[in-house]
């Protein structure tokens, strides 16, 4: 019996690609019929409410003694696990678990999902623009001084300060997955061996999806600039898409609901659904055309790209970070983040009246991220461990 914990420090916006996908992973192993694997997970989450004020006692701990807060259950789950497959850490699972774990002889995988090993956001976006300049200085002080972590310079400090020490930590690590090969070359670059380094992308399941599609494009997720909703917005408000006869379908939740007027919108052929839920969402995706991705951070690998092939539908993505490494597929067409050039690509799919489902996207899902095998590769990972 190979006995595995999953730890992960949910995060706190909803909707949460990283959290969905650490949920996926653990009910997949959960699943698991092929191998005799107990799996469990030990979950942190932030509190609501006046009980907000423990979520402060609990980042006073960890800051200063770096010891994880397990109550008597959780503690037994860890104390058995052979493996640990830690998640997000930060802030309120110890900063020092990793060395923790590896002391006590575990075996150590640290899933990657965003871009926190060099951001203090995690999104390598600094007003607007592209910044590295934590990296290049090989410290968050610059990320300090520009309190680049929820506006504020102590929140930013202290993070930086946790996030430092988990860094240190790394040598103990027995494999990192990451999400895509940017990440992998990220952390070479901070003289991680590649042989460490696992890329498992983010993987769904099949959607039963109509050969012939409407003319009709799709955005599902956060709605904030970093997401790129006022890009595509515009984007769309500026071509010849509605006058073609296509529709813009939004589904998705704060913070920006309240910063436009969707019954205007409206009238120029945009459908504002709220916040769905996975199912709602692949009922829209079965005839959809083009999904849409605008993202202006460094993402791992958004769930919607993963979904969007798995329902045989083109891409619009940005060329920011590792999403400009899948131009080399004929579905996935990369764009810069620039009003004219999204435009362009808006009235270039305008004029096409006849949509299908493109094989080339589901030939991708089915080598890469089908939802079936995801289980097979991380006890393969599992399995070479020793």
């Known amino acids: ?13 909803s909707p949460s690609g990283e959290n969905d996908a650490v949920n996926k992973t653990v009910m997949e192993l959960m699943n698991f019929e092929k191998t005799e694997l107990d799996v469990s997970l030990i979950s942190f989450s932030h509190s609501k409410g006046l009980l907000r004020f423990i979520d402060f006692g609990k980042i006073f701990w960890n800051f200063f003694t770096g010891k994880t807060l397990f109550d008597k259950k959780n503690l037994d789950l860890y104390s058995r696990a052979e493996i640990v497959h830690l998640h997000n850490i930060l802030p309120f699972c110890g900063r020092n678990i990793i060395s923790d774990s590896q002391k006590k002889g575990k075996k150590i995988v640290l899933t990657i999902h965003n871009s926190r090993s ?14 590295f ?10 990320g300090i001084l520009r309190k680049c ?27 990192f997955i990451v999400l895509n090969d940017f990440s ?41 600039s970093f997401k790129g909703i006022d890009l595509a917005i515009e984007s769309w408000i500026s071509s010849d898409m509605f006058i073609q006869g296509w529709k813009f379908v939004i589904a998705g939740s704060e913070p920006l609901v309240g910063e436009f007027d969707w019954i205007q919108l409206e009238s120029r052929g945009i459908q504002f659904m709220g916040l769905l839920n996975e199912d709602e969402i692949d009922l829209i995706l079965r005839e959809t055309a ?12 958004p769930r919607m790209i993963s979904k969007a092939a798995a329902s045989g539908c083109k891409v619009l993505i940005s060329d920011t970070g590792a999403l400009a490494d899948l131009a080399v597929h004929s579905w996935v067409h990369v764009l810069p983040l620039e009003l004219d050039s999204w435009v362009a690509a808006f009235n270039q799919i305008s004029s096409q009246s006849a949509q299908f489902a493109d094989h080339e996207a589901l030939n991708w899902w089915r080598k890469n991220a089908n939802e079936s095998d995801l289980a097979y590769k991380i006890l393969e990972i599992y399995k070479n461990l020793n």
Do not use: W
């Open 290 to 301: 083009y999904v849409v991705v605008p993202s202006r951070t460094y993402e791992g690998m």
């Open 1 to 13: 019996m190979m006995n595995v914990v999953h730890i992960h420090n949910f995060y706190q916006q």
């Open 118 to 131: 060099s951001c203090l956001n995690g999104s390598h976006i600094f007003e607007s623009k592209s910044c």
């Open 133 to 142: 300049r934590c990296p290049a200085s090989d410290s968050f002080l610059p």
């Open 184 to 224: 992998k070359r990220s952390l070479v670059k901070m003289g991680i061996d590649d042989g460490r380094i696992k890329v498992v992308t983010t993987h769904v399941n099949r959607i039963e999806s109509n050969e012939s599609k409407k003319c009709q494009i799709f955005f599902g997720g956060r709605l904030d």
């Open 149 to 175: 972590y929820r506006q504020s310079f102590i929140q930013s400090a202290v993070f930086a300060f946790m996030h430092s020490k988990v860094l240190k930590q790394y040598r103990y690590v027995d494999r």
